[in-house]
C-alpha cells in the first residue's frame, strides 16, 4: 500500500529535550515535505526536500532541522524543543515535476512540549 | 481525534444537499489548485485538482471551478453524506515551484 508514515504518532516532552520525529514514504517520491498545522493557521511548511541531499527553509523553519539521507526518509528534529513548538506536524510527499502536484500526507504528530 | 482548528469557517448543510466550499487566493502567478480533505485524526487527502487554464473539472460528486478574474476557486459537493464532514483546504502553487500554499479551511457539517 501507498503511503506515508509518522512515528511516533503522539509525542509529550519537556522543554529542551532534542527529539526527531520520522517520517518515510514508500512511493520512491523525490520531493519531500514537513508541515505544521495550527488552529486558525491552516498548514505551514517547515522545510522541505527537492530529493536526497537537497533541503531547503520552507516558511517557519526557525528551531527546526531535517535531513535527506535516503530517498525514503525525511526526519524532523527538535535539537531544544520550546512550547510555541507544540502543535500537529504533517509530512508528505509527492513526485517531482509537472505532471502532479498532489502531496501525500502522512497521519499526523500530535507534539505537545512542556 | 486531532483538533484542526478551533476557529474555522463553518458550512452546516442537511444530508442530500449540494454543498458550495469557497476559496480566495492572492497569487495571480498560481498556475495549480489543489483541494483536500482533511477528516479527524487523520492527514489530508486529496480530492480533486485544476490548472489555471481550465475553469471547472469534474470528478465523482465533485466540481472545481476556477476564475482567476477574481481569483476565486470553489468545490461543489454533490448529494453531499454525513461522511463528507471534514475540514476542506484548498491550495495554490505558484509558477516554476513546487511548492503548495495552503489556505485556512473549512469546516463542512452535514446533518442526517
Known amino acids: 500500500e501507498a503511503q506515508v508514515t509518522q512515528n511516533p504518532r503522539y509525542l509529550i516532552t519537556v522543554t529542551g529535550k532534542k527529539l526527531t520525529v520520522t517520517c518515510s514514504q514508500n512511493?520512491?517520491?523525490?520531493?519531500m515535505s514537513w508541515y505544521r498545522q495550527d488552529p486558525g493557521l491552516g498548514l505551514r511548511q517547515i522545510y522541505y526536500s527537492m530529493n536526497v541531499e537537497v533541503t531547503d527553509k520552507g516558511d517557519v523553519p526557525e528551531g527546526y532541522k531535517v535531513s535527506r539521507k535516503e530517498k525514503r526518509n525525511f526526519p524532523l528534529i527538535l535539537e531544544s524543543p520550546s512550547p510555541n513548538q507544540t502543535s500537529l506536524y504533517f509530512c508528505?510527499?509527492?513526485?517531482?515535476?509537472?505532471?502532479?502536484?498532489?502531496?501525500?500526507f502522512g497521519p499526523g504528530t500530535r507534539l505537545t512540549v512542556t | 481525534g486531532e483538533s484542526v482548528g478551533l476557529h474555522l469557517p463553518t458550512l452546516s448543510v442537511q444530508e442530500g444537499d449540494n454543498s458550495i466550499i469557497n476559496c480566495a487566493y492572492s497569487n495571480s502567478a498560481s498556475d495549480y489548485f489543489i483541494w483536500y480533505k482533511q477528516e479527524s485524526g487523520k492527514g489530508p487527502q486529496f480530492i480533486i485538482d485544476?490548472?489555471?487554464?481550465?475553469d471547472k473539472r469534474q470528478g465523482q460528486r465533485v466540481t472545481v471551478l476556477l476564475n482567476k478574474t477574481v481569483k476565486h476557486l470553489s468545490l461543489q459537493i454533490a448529494a453531499t453524506q454525513p461522511g463528507d464532514s471534514a475540514v476542506y483546504f484548498c491550495a495554490e502553487k505558484d509558477t516554476g515551484f513546487q511548492k503548495l500554499v495552503f489556505g485556512t479551511g473549512t469546516r463542512l457539517l452535514v446533518s442526517p
Open positions: 512511493m520512491n517520491h523525490e520531493y
Open positions: 485544476i490548472r489555471s487554464n481550465m
Open positions: 508528505a510527499s509527492s513526485v517531482r515535476g509537472q505532471s502532479s502536484y498532489e502531496q501525500y
